[in-house]
């Protein structure tokens, strides 16, 4: 079945650092990627998406690109901010059902000033 | 969150005794959802619903049931809610069925505890 693995957190960076989190798929067909990001207190909202392969989705100086042959959609950042301490979702739709979203497990990013 | 609204956000509840979760939106979207979200797990879907009446099952649907008989609210019921239904419940709704297209758009989530 379709399924999402991403890096277990809690990530904690320096303010101005380089961020990277791994998000691998499975999915039969051809998906469309996401990632969503949690703020503390709130629900999910979209931060950016992909919707074929080589693909980038890009948003608030966030990117992530599709990429079908390491079926991988790494979330980066070049420099984080304290405002960017979150949880971030990987997730896919992969087209055969409205309901077919599938969530990865989230991971928490602490930015310390 | 513009345009949905969950109620009630907080509940703390006794193992056996029902419970409603309500979520309204006022975006006219056709699609509805409900997830919980617990450590671990990150989101799975309970029950979603794809128009007026129309309701379907989703992964981890046992001990719940959903209605729908407008368009703006989407009700999730605990008929009798159990310790293991301690978890944060966030409705989502879009407006398209289409994997590309489809963004959810999230409540603020209702934190449930049974007790």
């Known amino acids: 079945g379709n399924s999402v693995t991403q890096m277990e957190g809690p990530v904690t960076l320096s303010e101005e650092a380089f961020l990277t989190i791994n998000c691998t798929y499975t999915?039969?067909?051809?998906?469309?990627l996401f990632w969503y990001v949690q703020y503390p207190g709130e629900g999910l909202q979209l931060l950016l998406k992909?919707?074929?392969?080589?693909d980038k989705g890009s948003n608030k100086g966030f990117e992530a690109t599709y990429r079908k042959e390491t079926t991988s959609f790494h979330l980066e950042k070049g420099s984080v901010q304290v405002s960017d301490s979150a949880v971030y979702f990987c997730a896919l739709s992969d087209g055969s059902g409205t309901y077919k979203y599938i969530f990865g497990t989230g991971t928490r990013l602490k930015v310390l000033a | 969150d513009a345009g949905i609204t969950q109620s009630p956000r907080h509940k703390v509840t006794e193992t056996g005794t029902p419970v409603t979760l309500r979520c309204h939106q006022t975006e006219n979207h056709r699609y509805m959802y409900w997830y919980r979200q617990d450590p671990g797990h990150g989101l799975r879907l309970i029950h979603y619903?794809?128009?007026?009446?129309?309701?379907d099952k989703g992964e981890v649907s046992d001990g719940y049931s959903v209605s729908r008989s407008k368009t703006e609210d989407f009700l999730l019921t605990l008929e009798s809610a159990t310790s293991s239904q301690t978890s944060v419940y966030f409705c989502a709704i879009s407006d398209s069925g289409s994997p590309g297209a489809n963004v959810l758009t999230f409540g603020a989530g209702s934190r449930l505890t049974v007790l």
């Open positions: 992909a919707t074929k392969a080589d």
């Open positions: 619903s794809y128009g007026v009446k129309d309701t």
């Open positions: 999915a039969t067909g051809y998906p469309s």
